[in-house]
């Protein structure tokens, strides 16, 4: 038996990747069949992804609207004070208690390149709770944080690369 390239593997790991983030909660044998390769292919593929931690998890995509929640994005500039001791609490990710304490729940956090420095998105029951969040985040990061901006998601239109069913509803945004 032929041994697989490693420019092959690739190729067939993205392939794997794109089915999972198609729908990741689909059965390896459907996955399979769209991919054209065999299950234990699939399954192997996929047990090795997981291990190297090319995938992370798994994710439910949840419409937010439904739970009664709201979907928020700040962003966050910083002052040009040097982070040192408050990477630890960042990297310990204190703040997700933090704002679990105010009824937020943090979906993502990314460290940025470009105008702005971090942007965490979060969920919120109302603007009050979400401006609640960011005035605890400021007091929390007190002398690193220049500039704030809350925004508020009106419609998601595609998220975790998963389009949303209702799309045709975004007219009633426009």
Known sequence: MAKVSL???????KTVIAE??????????TIARRCKFSRQKVWRIIKKLEEN???????AVVDTQRVHLKNYIILI????TPIGKLLETILSRD???DAAEV????????????????????TAENIRKAKKFCEQFNRIYQGYVKEI???????????CGIQNPNVHKLRDFV
């Not at 999972?20 to 044998?29: G, K, T």
């Not at 009824?103 to 979060?122: E, R």
């Not at 998601?153 to 998220?159: D, S």
Request: aromatic residues 16%; without cysteine; proline residues 2%.
């Open 7 to 13: 420019q092959q593997t690739d190729i067939d790991e």
């Open 20 to 29: 999972l983030q198609r729908d990741a909660n689909e059965n390896i044998d």
């Open 53 to 59: 931690h090319t995938i992370w998890g798994y994710h």
């Open 77 to 80: 500039k910083k002052t040009s």
């Open 95 to 97: 703040i997700e208690q």
């Open 103 to 122: 009824g937020v729940s943090i979906t993502n956090s990314f460290y940025l390149h470009g105008f702005y420095d971090w942007m965490i998105t979060f």
């Open 149 to 159: 901006y809350l925004i508020e998601e009106i419609f998601p239109v595609k998220t």
